[in-house]
């Protein structure tokens, strides 16, 4: 299973961005789909997370402005960030936990994808 993340970019103080990952490989289902983030000098933090049933979390400070959704037939989860602050730059990682296949065996992992960055000017 690999897991690519696309649409990071610079943007300015108040703009958008929309964040996209997607998994590929062999995949029977997707439970928990995450994003995190983490800024330089300090740790990966949890920013949302969407169930398999569709049910999300939010960190606080995004609370209002990021909205984290998915697409099952796509295997992909998105996040769109909305009132961009310079404190949101980062760089970006998806987190998935697939049911796959490992040695032919049925398997559950925990899959992080490339991180994309995101940084705000202000």
């Known amino acids: 299973v690999q897991l690519q993340a696309s649409g990071g970019g610079l943007v300015q103080a108040g703009g958008s961005l929309r964040l996209s990952c997607a998994a590929s490989?062999?995949?029977?289902?997707?439970?928990?789909m995450d994003w995190y983030r983490q800024a330089p000098g300090k740790q990966r933090e949890l920013v949302a997370r969407?169930?398999?049933?569709?049910?999300?979390n939010y960190a606080d400070s995004m609370k209002g402005r990021f909205i984290i959704s998915r697409d099952n037939a796509k295997n992909t989860v998105y996040l769109q960030m909305n009132s961009l602050k310079s404190e949101d730059t980062a760089v970006y990682y998806c987190?998935?936990?697939?049911?796959?296949?490992?040695?032919?065996?049925?398997?559950?992992?925990?899959?992080w994808g490339n991180g994309t960055q995101v940084t705000v000017s202000s």
């Open positions: 987190n998935m936990i697939v049911r796959t296949l490992r040695n032919g065996i049925p398997y559950t992992g925990n899959y």
């Open positions: 969407i169930t398999s049933g569709g049910g999300t």
């Open positions: 490989g062999i995949i029977f289902s997707i439970n928990a």
